[in-house]
């Protein structure tokens, strides 16, 4: 079946279509989830409330534009809904970040391990790098959705890549004591 | 190898392809809400339909008798002066026209009334425009006043040239509804005002006795053609159904002893008169008045009579007549009346009947109901729901055996006044414009049959209704 008549299914509340739809994109989604959430727990629960707005709202997708973005959309303003609430956002400080460049040793790096500092990084700065640097956002598009200035979204980036940077060099540098100490 | 990267790199070409499955239950949790909202939906639809119905049948008769009583007479804003003076001058050429003086001064009294009429009407139409709330039907109010100029003029000449005319004028007056690339609203409309000029066009006949004849035939028209006009807005039928009876628990509201004893309903029939408004296309509002005897047995009861006084105390009796008991427990939900098998039975010997309790209990049902349409062409398909009174006047309990059908006397725990809860679906199938067959399967579920030890019985039944309705 083509994509263009599952959703038309899944407009019409065709639970076998609305099945379909997430075995087709819960793995990519489900990967978002993770990436903007602090654990797998919560993203889990991104993924499922993000799920139930898409079959709730899907009349409103015209086919403009890709599905797969506009699922991605409402998935990623669901888990930035939960930081709306809780307004943990700001933040005052406004560096004007610099170039970060980071010394590493490509095949040492796994990708959980990428994951699992992402998702240690502070909200404010998790849901900006994830943005401007994985999703594509530009500083006025995050500074619009999280209700935070275009200052506090550069500075919360910058500070977001600073920790990302330490904890990579550390990474790195545990990894070589360990194979100096073999 | 080591290697200068940008840290944003680092991530993207990493995160590029990444994808996880997450866990079996989070579909499971997601399926479960969006069956849950499915079902949610439907619902409250309903909960609210049969609420909203018994209000609003409320509100429109109410507004229906406001309407009848007070506004034509009194709420009429004089504005509109444009349409007066092209109609007193049409009036003044029709009058130069007319030979006899003493004619003519009788029809300038009769077209002041009818100016007055004139002024009354288009306000009203204004008002009920209001109450529309919308400015939609602007356009048709302009149409409508252009007719009603006609009309008058039609009218004058009518008062001038005597009873000849007036067929020509209502056939004019006909064509313009018809021309009036006739809305239902501007058909309502017109009616609306040809009732109002009924009214007035009564008050000079009094007087005028030449006219008199020619007013009166354009009266009788003028109500044939309020019908016509009206057409499709109320529909009356009778309705006859089966009606099932039943509890959707174990339980027996007579006796506790009884709540294991299998029971079984007793088809019997519901009948009745039903009226129907149709708001719009899709709703409509429907009442009525209907008979329902409700009936139920209660299989394998022994029932026991006895002159024993002692018997009677030891079985817990609540009766008027002596000794009598259902097996052997306490039936403080029957009042037994003096039976007239029991007084012909020798009194010293206690009887035994074994058969099969029947209760039944006949109401007069006053349904009050929304009818949503969801198919509408010769055959339509509606569903209906809403609330109904039901009214005692009939309560008997008797016992059924091999000799015959004896009464015991009457349930104590039977509300005179009872309601239920009505769902179901309406079919109908149109013969022609007039009229129409429906059948009707409805669940009524009832509320509060019983004012105490219902014994667990929670009865509702099912009728299928059938009639003919005609619609005007």
Redesign the interface.
């Known amino acids: 079946m083509s994509l263009e008549k599952l959703i038309n299914k899944c407009k019409q509340r065709d639970i076998r279509a609305q099945s379909e739809v997430y075995q087709l994109f819960a793995g990519k989604l489900f990967a978002l989830c993770l990436k903007y959430s602090k654990n797998y727990q919560e993203a889990q629960d991104n993924l499922q409330d993000g799920f139930i707005t898409i079959f709730n709202k899907i009349e409103q997708y015209k086919f403009k534009g890709s599905f797969e973005g506009w699922l991605k959309r409402i998935i990623i303003n669901t888990a930035l809904q939960k930081y709306r609430e809780k307004n943990v956002l700001n933040l005052i400080s406004e560096e004007i970040p610099e170039e970060i460049e980071v010394e590493i040793d490509e095949l040492d790096i796994s990708l959980d391990f990428l994951l699992k500092i992402i998702q240690e990084l502070p909200n404010r700065y998790r849901l900006v790098f994830n943005m401007y640097v994985l999703d594509g956002y530009s500083h006025k598009e995050i500074a619009e959705l999280l209700e935070i200035s275009e200052g506090t979204s550069k500075s919360n980036l910058s500070r977001g890549r600073y920790i990302l940077k330490k904890k990579v060099e550390e990474n790195a540098f545990d990894l070589k004591k360990n194979k100096a100490s073999k | 190898?080591?290697?200068?990267?940008?840290?944003?790199r680092?991530?993207?070409e990493?995160?590029k392809d990444?994808?996880?499955?997450?866990?079996g239950?989070?579909?499971k949790?997601?399926?479960q809400?969006?069956?849950k909202?499915?079902k949610r939906r439907v619902i409250p639809l309903w909960l609210r339909l049969g609420g909203a119905a018994a209000t609003l049948l409320l509100l429109i008769s109410s507004g229906i008798w406001f309407f009848q009583t007070d506004e034509p007479m009194q709420k009429a804003p004089n504005t509109n002066s444009i349409i007066t003076d092209v109609d007193s001058d049409k009036k003044d050429n029709n009058i130069d026209n007319s030979k006899d003086q003493e004619s003519l001064q009788k029809n300038q009294i009769d077209s002041k009334k009818d100016t007055d009429v004139i002024l009354k009407t288009p306000g009203e139409g204004t008002i009920q425009l209001k109450k529309e709330k919308t400015t939609r039907f602007a356009s048709s109010t302009i149409k409508k006043e252009s007719n009603i100029s006609s009309e008058t003029t039609n009218k004058a000449n009518n008062l001038i040239k005597g009873s000849n005319n007036v067929t020509i004028a209502i056939d004019t007056k006909n064509e313009a509804i018809k021309t009036n690339s006739s809305t239902k609203f501007n058909a309502r409309r017109e009616s609306k005002i040809a009732s109002n000029k009924k009214e007035e066009i009564i008050e000079p006949n009094n007087e005028k006795q030449d006219i008199h004849e020619a007013l009166k035939e354009k009266e009788n028209t003028i109500v044939l053609e309020e019908d016509v006009v009206n057409a499709n807005k109320w529909s009356v039928g009778s309705t006859v159904a089966p009606v099932y009876f039943n509890s959707l628990t174990k339980g027996s509201p007579i006796d506790a002893a009884l709540i294991e004893n299998s029971k079984s309903t007793n088809a019997s029939i519901s009948y009745g008169v039903k009226v129907n408004y149709k708001i719009n296309d899709k709703l409509s509002l429907q009442s009525g008045i209907n008979s329902v005897e409700l009936a139920y047995t209660t299989k394998n009861v022994t029932a026991l009579v006895s002159s024993n006084d002692a018997l009677t105390n030891s079985t817990n009796l609540n009766t008027n007549i002596d000794g009598f008991s259902i097996v052997t427990s306490s039936n403080d939900n029957l009042v037994v009346q003096e039976a007239e098998l029991i007084t012909e039975s020798t009194r010293s010997n206690s009887l035994n009947f074994i058969g099969d309790l029947n209760q039944s209990m006949s109401y007069i049902e006053i349904p009050m109901e929304a009818k949503y349409s969801l198919l509408q062409q010769k055959f339509g398909v509606n569903v209906v729901g809403g609330v109904s009174t039901y009214i005692l006047y009939k309560n008997g309990i008797s016992i059924l055996n091999e000799n015959g059908s004896t009464t015991l006397g009457e349930a104590s725990n039977i509300n005179n006044v009872n309601f239920s809860g009505n769902l179901g679906l309406d079919f109908d199938y149109e013969i022609n414009k007039k009229l129409f067959i429906n059948v009707s399967p409805m669940f009524k579920y009832q509320l509060n049959t019983f004012s105490k030890n219902d014994g667990g019985f929670k009865p509702y039944y099912l009728g299928v209704y059938t009639g003919l309705n005609f619609r005007f």
Do not use: T
């Open positions: 190898m080591e290697d200068k990267k940008h840290i944003d680092l991530f993207q990493n995160l990444f994808e996880v499955f997450p866990d239950n989070v579909w949790n997601i399926e809400q969006l069956v909202k499915k």
